[in-house]
Structures are given as structure tokens and as C-alpha cells.
């Protein structure tokens, strides 16, 4: 209750010169007085049909404003809104630019790095390794037979089942690798900084050894293995 939700609701601007003389606000006015206020002036924060809010202004003495100090403190009303709905504008600009990032470069169903992304982070750690005379390292990971997955249990369980995948490689990774899937039943794996075959090696192993234990897909416990 009060004038701030009425100019709200109404989207128009209230005037209140006397709170201990108006009773439009049982409620909000006597507080109001017991809190050393003395009369509210509500401006409605709108942008167009749109309500936002309301600014209102407290006075410590009795009296009406001003017919032109009203037009003013409306138009920094209506500033105010304009200010609020061009950062909602940009965020939600934002939002969706990232939004249509993602979906460029990392896959809907596992969300990792798809073929795109991939490509600019080998280019990216070619051009660093000459740098640092470092390696990378790529490596391919094929599921074996996964079509007769899909054929076997269908394709929501296929697709569940890839998702397992991805997870159960990604935490095998060190933080600055890429784990991308570049289609329906290949992951590759980017390792940069590399100095010693032999790490490119274990590494393989640990995603063979990965797939020695069954992923439990929904109320299914499928065995799948890779070819790396």
C-alpha cells in the first residue's frame, strides 16, 4: 500500500502535500508520519506500455510542488526508465550473443568443444608451440560399434550414453586440454605443452582404461569400448 505501488499501478503521478491529512493510505501513511516524513510525491517510472517502478520524493514540510518541478521530476522519471530498459536491452543483446556463441562452438548434446572450436585451438597451439618449442598432442577416440547402441536400446540411450562419455573423458584431462567431438561417436583430445612422447602414451592408456567399466546410462548399464 502506499503512493509509490499507486503511481505504479496507475502509471500516473500521485501527490500527497499533507500525509497526516490524507487517508488514501491507512496503512502507509500514519508509518509514514511516525518516520518524520511529511509529504510523498510518486512519478511513475514507465516505457511505454511497460512499468517499471516509481521514484518518489519525501518532503519534510507541508505543501504541494510545483506544476513545473512535477513536469520536471516526471521527465527524470521517464530518464531513469529509458536509462533501465537500455542496459535490460544490452544484457539481453549480450545474452543472446553468447547464447549464439555457444551454439557455434560447442555441441547442444554434450556440450563440448565441437569441430569449429577445435580447428582455432590447434591453430592456436600450433602458432604457441613454435613459440615455446613445446608439442601438442592430438588423439582420436572412436567408439566401437556404437550404431548397434543406438540399435540396441535407441537413440535417447545413444545419446545419453555419449553424454557419459564426454564426462568420463573430460576428467581425465588437465585443465588447458580440449576435449571436443567433432561427430557422432568421435572425441578428440588436444594436449598442449607437451615435452615427452611417453606422456602422450599414458594418456592413451587412461582413455582405454576408461572404458573398461560400464557407463550406467538411466536405468541401463551399457559397456561400450573406444579405438584411440
Known amino acids: 500500500e502506499g503512493p509509490c505501488l499507486l503511481a505504479f499501478e496507475s502509471g500516473e503521478a500521485v501527490s500527497v502535500p499533507d500525509l497526516s491529512a490524507d487517508d488514501r493510505f491507512p496503512e502507509f501513511g500514519p508509518s509514514a508520519v511516525a518516520a518524520g516524513l ?3 510525491f510518486t512519478f511513475p517510472l514507465r516505457q511505454g506500455d511497460m512499468r517499471l517502478g516509481a521514484l518518489d520524493l519525501y518532503c519534510d514540510t507541508v505543501g504541494a510542488m510545483a506544476a513545473d518541478d512535477m513536469v520536471a521530476a ?3 522519471a521517464d530518464v531513469a526508465s529509458a536509462y533501465l530498459t537500455n542496459v535490460q536491452s544490452r544484457a539481453e543483446s549480450q545474452a543472446m550473443a553468447e547464447h549464439f556463441r555457444q551454439s557455434a562452438l560447442y555441441g547442444h548434446l554434450t556440450g563440448l568443444p565441437n ?3 577445435l580447428s582455432q585451438r590447434l591453430e592456436h597451439a600450433s ?3 613454435r613459440r615455446s618449442h613445446t608439442h601438442a598432442a ?3 577416440a572412436d567408439l566401437d560399434r556404437f550404431k548397434l547402441i543406438n540399435d540396441a536400446y ?3 540411450v545413444g545419446d545419453a550414453l555419449l553424454v557419459a ?3 568420463r573423458l573430460a576428467a581425465l584431462l588437465r585443465p588447458g586440454d580440449t576435449l571436443a567431438r567433432v561427430s557422432g561417436d568421435e572425441f578428440v583430445v588436444l594436449c598442449e605443452d607437451l615435452r615427452e612422447t611417453s606422456d602422450v602414451e599414458l594418456l592413451a592408456t587412461r582413455i582405454d582404461q576408461a572404458f ?4 550406467d546410462v538411466g536405468e541401463n548399464e551399457v559397456s561400450i569400448t573406444a579405438s584411440v
Do not use: D, S, W
Not at 573398461?212 to 557407463?215: I, M, N, R, V, Y
Open 38 to 40: 511529511v509529504a510523498v
Open 74 to 76: 516526471q521527465t527524470l
Open 115 to 117: 569441430r569449429l572450436l
Open 127 to 129: 602458432q604457441r608451440g
Open 138 to 140: 592430438v588423439l582420436f
Open 154 to 156: 535407441g537413440h535417447r
Open 165 to 167: 562419455v564426454g564426462q
Open 212 to 215: 573398461t567399466l560400464p557407463f
